[in-house]
């Protein structure tokens, strides 16, 4: 089991920047590749940023491109979100995930069905 726990969401103008973190515990968090998702209302779960277990490999979606950073850190057990230029169509709960696959194999970086372990969330808001 892994437990993952996602803080540093919240309300913020349009233009900022937020950095999510997802702390893990439980089985040993360098096993893992990392996600993060996100799901505003009505609206499906999409795909946000992963990065490998080392964190020597990132991907992101084209819609967050060059302005969010995925990054982690094994000694802390955590990975981060470094969200920047933020819009309006930010606004979501931002999950963070985790799964073991072979990273090279790059469908499974952003389908929500190759990450078996998932936060509770955290609120986003960007105001215009």
């Known amino acids: 089991q892994v437990q993952l726990v996602e803080s540093g969401g919240g309300l913020v103008q349009a233009g900022g920047s937020l950095r999510l973190s997802c702390a893990a515990s439980?089985?040993?968090?360098?096993?893992?590749?990392m996600g993060w998702f996100r799901q505003a209302p009505g609206k499906e779960r999409e795909f946000v940023a992963s990065?490998?277990?080392?964190?020597?490999?990132?991907y992101y979606a084209d819609s967050v491109k060059g302005r969010f950073t995925i990054s982690r850190d094994n000694a802390k057990n955590t990975v981060y979100l470094q969200m920047n230029s933020l819009k309006p169509e930010d606004t979501a709960v931002y999950y963070c995930?985790?799964?073991?696959?072979?990273?090279?194999?790059?469908?499974?970086?952003?389908?929500?069905?190759?990450?078996?372990?998932w936060g509770q969330g955290t609120q986003v808001t960007v105001s215009s």
């Open positions: 995930a985790a799964g073991r696959w072979d990273y090279n194999r790059a469908y499974y970086r952003q389908a929500a069905g190759s990450y078996g372990y």
């Open positions: 439980g089985r040993t968090f360098s096993n893992y590749n």
């Open positions: 990065i490998n277990w080392s964190g020597a490999s990132t």
